[in-house]
T-cell receptor, first 115, second 116 residues
Framework: GAVVSQHPSWVICKSGTSVKIECRSLDFQATTMFWYRQFPKQSLMLMATSNEGSKATYEQGVEKDKFLINHASLTLSTLTVTSAHPEDSSFYIC???????????FGPGTRLLVL | GENVEQHPSTLSVQEGDSAVIKCTYSDSASNYFPWYKQELGKGPQLIIDIRSNVGEKKDQRIAVTLNKTAKHFSLHITETQPEDSAVYFCAAKKGQGSNSGYALNFGKGTSLLVTP
């Protein structure tokens, strides 16, 4: 149980395009999902907290107009990187907080490369 | 805000030996402490967690201890195997009142290498 999926697993795009990443909790409901960014050999950096049916809460320094988050259901949150640039290249990971117990389970991550 | 320190940054042990990773936290209101294992190119996997009302928790070869007074918690892996090699992250749940609600604050990670 407690499986979180992400799609796509990797994406290469041209500078200026937008990329959407989906995060799904497959076998549990999650009122709260989180989006992280991870650089090589570094820890996870929280970007935003996504609550079902409400606006996301962004961490300081994260541009909300750059990283659009939508959490339309208890099992799906999406992150859209708008007008992507090479500096947005990174490993993006989502996590979902289970209603029962409150543990956080992570997706497998999405590797984004912006050329 | 919450600050989680993790040591060591790298750890190399021989197969069969024990491995211990330690973390300290600063926010006394933190009450949930999970440990994650991350293999190369994959997302973190929850391996064990502990809440502040418990001092120790064990799951087969993995155990976690919590000292609330000293604000530190540790991961213990016994009888290590090569497949235990990965990066391990400790985390603490931010205290009440944070804008991020249930968000976790992570340590910088420990790269564990278990040699045959």
């Amino acid at each position: 149980g407690a499986v979180v999926s992400q799609h796509p697993s990797w994406v290469i795009c041209k500078s200026g395009t937008s990329v959407k990443i989906e995060c799904r909790s497959l076998d549990f409901q999650a009122t709260t999902m989180f989006w992280y960014r991870q650089f090589p050999k570094q820890s996870l950096m929280l970007m935003a907290t996504s609550n079902e049916g409400s606006k996301a809460t962004y961490e300081q320094g994260v541009e909300k107009d750059k990283f659009l988050i939508n959490h339309a259901s208890l099992t799906l949150s999406t992150l859209t990187v708008t007008s992507a640039h090479p500096e947005d290249s990174s490993f993006y990971i989502c996590s979902a907080r289970a209603l029962a117990g409150g543990a956080q389970y992570f997706g497998p991550g999405t590797r984004l490369l912006v050329l | 805000g919450e600050n989680v320190e993790q040591h060591p940054s790298t750890l190399s042990v021989q197969e069969g030996d024990s491995a211990v990773i330690k973390c300290t936290y600063s926010d006394s209101a933190s009450n949930y402490f999970p440990w994650y294992k991350q293999e190369l190119g994959k997302g973190p996997q929850l391996i064990i967690d502990i809440r502040s009302n418990v001092g120790e928790k064990k799951d087969q070869r993995i155990a976690v201890t919590l000292n609330k007074t000293a604000k530190h918690f540790s991961l213990h892996i016994t009888e290590t195997q090569p497949e235990d090699s990965a990066v391990y992250f400790c985390a603490a749940k931010k205290g009440q009142g944070s804008n991020s609600g249930y968000a976790l604050n992570f340590g910088k990670g420990t790269s564990l290498l278990v040699t045959p």
